[in-house]
């Protein structure tokens, strides 16, 4: 099955700085991922699409400024939190879809953010 | 988003049970269902997916679609304490987004 490689596992920044995570598809071209936010005992919240080549689309209430998403290639999307607080503390996950028979999202190993 | 609710738990049972979750979905529009487990600190892992009315076996795991009463479940038949984890109920929506429920905790007492 895919495989879906994210990095780094965990990080920890100071507040007002910006942080990249890489999200990686190692078995198959992916078009379009999927990045996710989830806080502490709460369900994944989609943030937005990331698009191969053009922009990404982002669910209402996120701001795309501070979250911007980079898809350069058909196997690598990025996400840098910008001045990042401590309130965007919170597990940050990939996902990409695998369409055949059916669609399955494989997801990520995660991203532990936590700002200080 | 699309509206995926679930029970928060958590749900408790003897090992050896059967653990029943539940899941209601708000959107007709949706395709298909997905059971995802996840453990604390870890990504969800797919369990089983369901997208036809009636029930979909699976080894321990029985996925059951109602698609009439917007409704999905999950059992698990002769739990283990190794099935203790949250467990994410996913819709799929116009082929090509995901959304959650806020999950179920289950606790599978040895």
């Known amino acids: 099955g895919a495989v879906v490689s994210q990095h780094p596992s965990r990080v920890i920044c100071k507040s007002g700085t910006s942080v990249k995570i890489e999200c990686r598809s190692l078995d198959f071209q992916a078009t379009t991922m999927f990045w996710y936010r989830q806080f502490p005992k709460q369900s994944l919240m989609l943030m937005a699409t990331s698009n191969e080549g053009s922009k990404a689309t982002y669910e209402q209430g996120v701001e795309k400024d501070k979250f911007l998403i980079n898809h350069a290639s058909l196997t690598l999307s990025t996400l840098t939190v910008t001045s990042a607080h401590p309130e965007d503390s919170s597990f940050y996950i990939c996902?990409?879809?695998?369409?055949?028979?059916?669609?399955?999202?494989?997801f990520g190993q995660g991203t532990r953010l936590t700002v200080v | 988003q699309k509206e995926v609710e679930q029970n928060s738990g958590p749900l408790s049972v003897p090992e050896g049970a059967i653990a029943s979750l539940n899941c209601t979905y708000s959107?007709?529009?949706?395709?298909?269902f997905f059971w995802y487990r996840q453990y604390s600190g870890k990504s969800p892992e797919l369990i089983m997916f369901?997208?036809?009315?009636g029930d979909k076996e699976d080894g321990r795991f029985t996925a059951q679609l109602n698609k009439a009463s917007q409704y999905v479940s999950l059992l698990i038949r002769d739990s283990q304490p190794s099935d203790s984890a949250t467990y994410l109920c996913?819709?799929?929506?116009?082929?090509?987004?995901?959304?959650f429920g806020s999950g179920t905790k289950l606790n599978v007492k040895p």
């Open positions: 959107d007709r529009g949706s395709q298909s």
């Open positions: 996902s990409v879809f695998l369409v055949g028979e059916y669609t399955e999202a494989f």
């Open positions: 996913a819709g799929l929506y116009n082929f090509n987004k995901f959304y």
């Open positions: 369901i997208y036809s009315n």
